[in-house]
């Protein structure tokens, strides 16, 4: 298949990929996908007290156009508040690195990954809140 | 000597022509162009005895009785196109019932579903978790409808190599046919159509060192005698079995790589099979989580199916660009499922999705190996300290116990 530049340099220099404390109060972790459909996406985010993503994180199991999607992903929400993030759209992914059509998903499931991410954090928030009051 | 790239590791999907067959070719395009039904003049009759030479070569390469068993095609789709389809028709008022495996050829596949459409009953036996087909699954499926029986000598993706002779004995003792892809198998493991008692062999030159677009199918032309209906409607060449103009200079390629693999063929087998441990040794050795799908020892010389956990096989490959191998991955794919033959394997689709495989043949060197290994080796840690998967098998997590949301 052939790959578009951005989409390569992504795949062989991939931006954030790690962890962070999965069990931190500032932290949101989504993990979306599934391994029989051969690709997995963990994304994480810290997120500051003023709603700002500080540092996201990533892992994937997956393709190349999964991998260079995550890494992408990373790389614009950091920097942004969790409401900017939440709008991020998977077409503007797939447009940025021109993936092929049998390779949106790929992009559909970094969307995910996000969402999913910044949900988990907003629930540890609510939780936190809850204890707190 | 210094490694080329990229790196060939796909035998399996096709080899490159051996200098010997093009040399063999060469004056059948050029000088001796004839067209072998022609039967006015030497040209025609120079090229007709070279496709009768060619035929007779052939027939000895399979253990044939006569070159006249030897029906010339386009290639192997076409022969298991011609097999399945021209058998069910001429035999359809004896019986409609067809067995074959879930691991064949999609040519073979495809002409049962296509069968299927026009009434045909077909049995789709599954081949066990090593790739190999149980004779006596084959025995089971049998009825008094049946007319036909289809097995692989050696499957394209694991290499198992199938019990043709047994399943030949049983097709016998009940007088059905035996039809045998033979296209993976042949030059690599022993095939002999007399002793295995195979009715109808589609064999294929370019994976032997041959030329594209050239194939053939046995025929039995006696105890029994093979009957089918043509596909192709025309000048009635090759006994009225196959019309259409001979490609000659690919059935004296076809030939010659067969009389090359009659010199040489145990041997370079023997070769192949200690390039492939190596490759497969040096792998394990540098990680962990790999899976051999295939059977272990039943397995053409030249064939390694891996399964490295945690990391997808198109992505691996996207890594090892300078090695040319192939995938069971689903991202290999157009249709985005994963490898049919792993999954009726009842191989996990998670470790089809993770399947490299690599095809080695006539011109790899051991420093190549070397590379390969060393290479992948070094691209699977990579990615696995990339794969969330990874991280979650070492730390005790059981996969299978997380509740995935299948996209």
């Given at each position: 298949m052939a790959y578009s530049e951005k989409l390569i340099e992504h795949y062989e220099n991939p931006r954030n990929v790690g962890s962070l404390d999965k069990d931190a109060d500032d932290v949101g972790t989504g993990l979306v996908g599934a391994p029989a459909c051969g690709d997995v996406m963990r994304l994480q985010i810290r997120v500051g007290d003023d709603g700002v993503i500080q540092d996201a994180k990533f892992k994937t199991f997956g393709c190349g156009s999964a991998i260079a999607s995550s890494s992408l992903a990373t790389e614009w929400i950091k920097g942004k508040t969790i409401d900017e993030a939440y709008e991020l759209k998977n077409s503007q992914i797939a447009e940025e690195l021109s993936l092929p059509p049998v390779k949106i998903h790929c992009s559909v499931l970094a969307e995910d990954a996000i969402k999913s991410a910044i949900e988990d954090f907003k629930r540890k928030r609510a939780e936190k809140a809850a204890l707190e009051s | 000597m210094a490694l080329k790239f990229?790196?060939?590791?796909?035998?399996?999907?096709t080899t490159p022509l051996d200098v010997r067959v093009f040399e063999a070719m060469k004056p059948y395009f050029l000088e001796t162009f004839g067209n072998a039904a022609s039967r006015t003049h030497q040209f025609g009759w120079t090229a007709e005895a070279a496709v009768e030479d060619a035929r007779e070569t052939i027939a000895r390469f399979i253990g044939a009785s006569s070159g006249k068993e030897i029906v010339f095609t386009s290639g192997a789709t076409e022969s298991d196109n011609l097999a399945i389809k021209g058998v069910a028709e001429y035999y359809a008022s004896k019986g409609n019932h067809i067995v074959t495996t879930t691991i064949e050829h999609k040519a073979v596949l495809d002409s049962c579903k296509r069968l299927q459409k026009q009434g045909f009953e077909v049995t789709y036996v599954s081949a066990g978790p090593d790739g190999l087909v149980n004779p006596d699954d084959i025995r089971a499926a049998l009825t008094d409808k049946t007319i036909l029986v289809s097995v692989m000598l050696a499957n394209n993706e694991v290499g198992t190599i199938q019990p043709i002779q047994e399943i030949g004995k049983i097709t016998r003792e009940r007088g059905v046919l035996l039809h045998c892809d033979a296209v993976q198998g042949l030059g690599k493991t022993p095939f002999d159509v007399q002793a295995m008692n195979v009715d109808l062999a589609s064999i294929t030159a370019h994976k032997l060192y041959g030329p594209k677009g050239c194939g053939a199918l046995y025929v039995r032309r006696s105890k029994p005698r093979v009957r089918l209906v043509a596909e192709l409607d025309g000048g009635g060449h090759e006994r009225g079995m196959r019309s259409g103009t001979l490609n000659v200079p690919g059935i004296v390629g076809f030939a010659k790589a067969c009389s090359i693999l009659m010199e040489e063929g145990a041997a370079e087998a023997e070769r192949i099979r200690g390039l492939r441990d190596r490759l497969h040794q040096r792998l394990t050795a540098e990680l962990d989580e790999v899976v051999l799908n295939g059977h272990p020892t039943l397995r053409l010389p030249g064939n390694l199916n891996l399964s490295f956990s945690f990391v997808e096989g198109e992505g691996l490959m996207m890594a090892i660009k300078d090695v040319a191998v192939s995938s069971g991955s689903a991202c290999t794919s157009a249709s985005l499922e994963p490898s049919y033959v792993l999954r009726s394997m009842g191989l996990d689709e998670e470790l089809a999705h993770s399947s490299i495989r690599f095809g080695l043949g006539r011109f790899n060197t051991e420093e190549e190996v070397d590379y390969v290994a060393a290479l992948v080796a070094e691209k699977v840690k990579k990615l696995r300290d990339m794969s969330p998967l990874y991280e979650m098998h070492k730390e005790g997590v059981d996969l299978k116990s997380i509740e995935w949301a299948a996209h």
């Open positions: - | 990229p790196i060939y590791m796909d035998y399996h999907a």
